[in-house]
């Protein structure tokens, strides 16, 4: 037996004594032998409790049983608050372990940093025990093999709204014990579905890093029937979401399909209101569609089954729940806008165009915010939403001194609430990271400056102690950057700083968390668009600087973006959204065109200038 257990298996069972066999007789292959493993039988089950009483294993190995059947989170938990391992890995009973799977988790918690929240998901191989009987069930297997693959295979640092909607921590993840009972584990009243992705989207929102390692491999032991399967997920999705947003206030992208009936774009509505009031009708024509489907085994048919069903069945689920379009319209809010600018001046190279605004520009612009009724708020008031006002949010990052004679007195004279960006080891000094790049020398914002600008109502935040590119600097630099630059301004400006801002936009998982560890509220890249349930420490801003016309100006007000990059991102959503591949096969290649059309036109243009 190991003296000193470093590593929990955690394997809920209920009434499969067969696959739970295969499971644990994989485990005395492994590589290593530090661990034990914790089985938790869910609810009654005499043959399990039978199998417990005779089975004898290689390693340490416990059983738990629940008096009543109470899901697989509640399970879960159970296994891990009785565990004595430092690290916990969650199996399921029909999932037999690769030999080097315990090996591979505990590699990565060996080799960082004890003060970094990490946890490292495996790779899951389906192996099909059971025959397909239909061909819908054949595609719907193809399709769930190829979302495995694509989270087996995922960047270990991207973020943004696409990796917080599939975000997830279960099966064959491992996270250090005491930061799982910290984070209050998975969630036993969604006992059904979505467990997983809930609690993968809390970790992630907590700033814990998810690393991906394809070489932790266990194999799935699939005998279900997937179109049966699917058919209840996406009705339960509903009735999920409906809980989650309006028992739990979880308002991210996991949960945003509840909200498109009113928020996103035109077709997007009408498609939800469509399914909202159609639901019946829909589900008739979707088992047309799989029955036609099973019948010619055509892809093309089973693409327009999978079109109407996931939707149809989805808005049967909320609406099961007691939801209405009423509740849906209360709680959708509206966008909330960000205008990230840098230097209020008249810009003397095209470079400086691209991120500078002249004075009398500037002005202009405020003018034209006020006449269209767009009120200037603070990020607090931003970030919480303010009902029945046309609120926007002003940024400006580094600091320069000519905030001071262009910024402070617009301030005063139409009560704007400006937040500003400071580099904290440079106040008072000047813009080394620009003159690195062969920029102009720019004076900085002085601490008598900041504070009287303080006194008349302009907040500040943090842009780090130097202003690098975060995602190049180590571990040490990057919690100093982030941490030290907070408690260095807090004490210049006698008052705690809640923002910051990412320079250069540089972020990734490992940036993000380290903002999360230090302790502030909100972060900002220079990523374009609205925000919208978006994730606090991942905030988008739309750039405003003196290449804008007065029509990407007010474009960017509404949607985050110029004329150009509404355009682009319109086609990108085509490119995904249309039905068949030849479709969407078209629409980009016309993107390419597009954007090869652009490239010459810039070209010129630099060439004249």
């Not at 066999?21 to 994989?26: G, I, Q």
């Not at 030999?99 to 988790?105: I, K, M, N, P």
């Not at 509840?258 to 997007?268: K, P, T, Y």
Request: with cysteine; charged share 25%.
């Amino acid at each position: 037996m190991p003296v000193d257990v470093q590593c929990s298996i955690i394997i809920p069972t209920w009434q499969r004594v067969q696959a739970l066999r295969e499971t644990l007789d994989s485990l005395a292959f492994q590589t290593r032998n530090d661990f034990e493993v914790v089985v938790v039988g869910d609810g009654d089950d005499p043959a399990t409790r039978a199998f417990a009483g005779e089975y004898s294993a290689e390693f340490t190995l416990r059983w738990i049983f629940h008096e009543q059947n109470l899901g697989l989170a509640a399970a879960r938990n159970t296994g891990a608050k009785s565990a004595n391992g430092d690290i916990v890995l969650f199996l399921d009973d029909d999932t037999p372990a690769h030999h080097d799977l315990v090996s591979q988790h505990l590699g990565h918690f060996l080799t960082i940093d004890s003060n970094c929240r990490v946890t490292v998901c495996g790779k899951i191989v389906e192996d099909r025990r059971a025959a397909l009987p239909s061909c819908t069930d054949k595609f719907l297997q193809q399709s769930w093999e190829q979302t495995l693959h694509r989270y087996a295979t995922r960047d270990n640092g991207s973020i943004g709204d696409d990796v917080e909607r599939t975000v997830y921590f279960g099966l064959n993840c491992s996270i250090r014990r005491d930061i799982f009972l910290a984070s209050g584990g998975f969630n036993p009243a969604l006992r059904y579905l979505e467990e997983e992705m809930e609690y993968g989207h809390r970790l992630y929102r907590w700033g814990v890093r998810f690393v991906v390692d394809s070489l932790a491999i266990v194999q799935h032991r699939n005998t279900k029937a997937m179109t049966e399967y699917y058919r209840r997920a996406w009705y339960l999705g509903g009735q999920v979401d409906v809980k989650r947003v309006f028992e739990f206030g979880q308002r991210n992208p996991q949960t945003q399909t509840l909200a498109s009936m009113h928020h996103g774009h035109v077709h997007s509505r009408v498609v939800a209101r469509t399914f909202w009031h159609g639901a019946s009708a829909m589900r008739g024509a979707a088992l047309l569609l799989e029955h036609a489907t099973n019948v010619t085994g055509s892809r093309l048919l089973y693409g327009a089954w999978a079109r109407l069903c996931r939707p149809a069945e989805y808005w049967s689920g909320a609406r099961a729940a007691g939801c209405t379009p009423k509740m849906l319209r209360q709680v959708v809010g509206e966008p909330a806008c960000a205008l990230v600018l840098h230097s209020i001046s008249a810009p003397q190279s095209p470079e400086e165009r691209t991120y500078y605004l002249s004075p009398a520009r500037f002005h202009r612009y405020i003018q034209w915010l006020k006449a269209s009724g767009y009120e200037s708020v603070g990020a607090a008031e931003w970030i919480r939403g303010n009902s029945g006002k046309k609120g926007i949010l002003l940024t400006f990052d580094d600091g320069y001194d000519d905030l001071y004679s262009q910024l402070l007195p617009a301030t005063v004279q139409l009560r704007l609430k400006p937040l500003v960006f400071l580099v904290a080891d440079r106040v008072g000094a000047s813009n080394v990271w620009d003159q690195m790049s062969g920029l102009r020398r720019r004076h900085l914002l002085t601490l008598d400056q900041v504070r009287e600008m303080q006194r008349h109502g302009v907040e500040f935040g943090s842009h780090t102690l130097t202003h690098p590119y975060l995602p190049d600097v180590s571990d040490a630099d990057l919690r100093r950057e982030v941490g030290e630059s907070k408690r260095r301004l807090e004490d210049m400006l006698g008052t705690e700083v809640t923002s910051f801002a990412y320079p250069f936009g540089g972020i990734d998982q490992r940036v993000r968390a380290a903002v999360a560890d230090a302790g502030y509220d909100t972060a900002f890249t220079t990523h374009p668009g609205v925000n919208w349930w978006s994730d606090p420490l991942c905030l988008k801003r739309a750039e405003v600087c003196d290449t804008d016309t007065f029509l990407d100006f007010a474009v960017k007000l509404r949607t985050g973006y110029s004329v150009r990059q509404w355009f682009a991102s319109r086609i990108h959503e085509l490119e995904t959204e249309l039905p068949t591949q030849t479709l969407r096969a078209a629409v980009k290649g016309m993107h390419g065109a597009a954007r090869q059309v652009e490239a010459v036109l810039a070209a010129t243009v630099t060439r004249r200038r």
